[in-house]
């Protein structure tokens, strides 16, 4: 394969990335959101020219030539990018294929248990059941994720006391049978943490995300290690980008479960990279897409290559899709991006279909008001 022309649609939340390669067919992708005008730029600049016009069949060789070439410049923004062109590609091999990335990649079609994920911290927790008893009678949730601690707060809470009224609260709401999971964005000292899931576990919550600084991963591991044997799994990753870092992760057992944000890391071919090592580990994987971009369909595709969350055996697909609940008050920018909704969920349920690549198409209205800029070879 050789790609001859790489484009980017893109305001400052969100964009979209299209190949055209030697023959001219297409494939669709996505950078990472947020600053996304920005990541873009370093698509255009210090991607593109390591890639227009080379031959190439292993992605991975690809990418990491574009990482060695560009060394002085490790780091989120590389990755996010280089997510851009991975994404597309996919995309562009399963249209020449008919297939759907999961086949590509060792899966099939179908569906997967989602659950309902919260964004919001400012919610009270009165609100933030309510709304969770309105989705789960709405579109079937059977599991929820909400947010204690304040984000990066030093032990601090979003307001005093909010933490430990939150999570009796939904627990409530929601009968016994919901699955709980918490998310502390790197909210609290190990010691702390470890006081907090003392009511995690009496209220039964079984996931408990980022709870310390995510790059401390000694700290990660000490409430870990506390909780071992517990119904309880200790989370994270999806801030992390760097093959080495994830590694490092996965040897000091640092989490239960491994959380790789598809488009942070780099694209599906990385991402896949980090599921082997947590396969090799015995460690499940329940990746980040805390919002509608791409990500959450990218997610659903490798989800479903990983023998699907319905199985949840170590080493594969953890037991759901994280699925933002987020409307448009809240995430303007995520709506009206696609011709037709690719997430639709029923019964607690998404669906992959057996559409070529990844299935999607971006709207053309969005396009037309988007940033573009062309990189491609001359002539």
Not at 32 to 43: A, F, K, R
Not at 130 to 156: P, S, V
Not at 161 to 166: D, F, M, N, Q, V
Not at 193 to 222: K, M, N, S
């Amino acid at each position: 394969m050789k790609i001859t022309r790489i484009e980017t649609f893109t305001n400052r939340y969100i964009g979209f990335t299209r190949v055209t390669d030697a023959e001219g067919r297409q494939g669709w992708g996505q950078v990472s959101t947020y600053n996304s005008d920005i990541t873009s730029q370093v698509l255009h600049r210090q991607i593109a020219p390591h890639v227009l016009g080379v031959e190439f069949e292993d992605l991975d060789a690809l990418t990491d030539k574009v990482i060695e070439r560009e060394h002085k410049f490790p780091g989120s923004y590389m990755k996010r990018a280089i997510g851009g062109l991975d994404t597309a590609i996919w995309d562009l091999r399963g249209k020449i294929a008919g297939l759907p990335v999961c086949s590509l990649i060792g899966g099939t079609p179908g569906k997967l248990r989602a659950y309902a994920s919260s964004m919001k911290r400012e919610i009270t927790p009165a609100a933030e059941a309510e709304r969770f008893r309105r989705l789960q009678g709405e579109f079937g949730y059977d599991a929820f994720k909400f947010r204690i601690a304040a984000e990066y707060g030093h032990d601090t809470d979003e307001w005093p006391g909010r933490t430990e009224e939150i999570i009796p609260t939904i627990r409530r709401a929601l009968g016994a049978d919901a699955a709980l999971l918490v998310d502390a964005n790197s909210g609290f000292s190990p010691k702390r943490a470890i006081q907090v899931a003392d009511l995690l576990l009496e209220h039964g919550i079984e996931h408990f995300e980022e709870p310390c600084l995510y790059w401390e991963l000694e700290q990660t591991r000490e409430v870990r290690e506390a909780l071992e044997g517990k119904p309880i799994a200790v989370t994270g990753g999806e801030q992390d980008c760097e093959i080495p870092t994830w590694r490092h992760m996965i040897d000091m057992r640092a989490v239960d479960v491994v959380q790789p944000d598809i488009l942070y890391l780099g694209g599906i071919s990385r991402t896949l990279r980090v599921c082997h090592l947590a396969a090799a580990a015995g460690l499940p994987i329940t990746p980040h897409a805390a919002n509608q971009g791409l990500v959450t369909l990218f997610t659903m595709h490798l989800l479903r290559a990983l023998g699907g969350p319905v199985t949840g055996t170590p080493g594969s697909a953890g037991k759901y899709l994280e699925f933002s609940i987020e409307e448009a008050d809240y995430y303007p920018w995520q709506y009206g991006l696609y011709r037709e909704d690719p997430y639709r969920v029923e019964g607690g349920e998404v669906t992959v279909t057996d559409a070529p690549g990844w299935g999607v198409e971006i709207c053309p209205e969005w396009l037309a008001k988007s940033e573009y800029q062309l990189s491609e070879l001359p002539g």
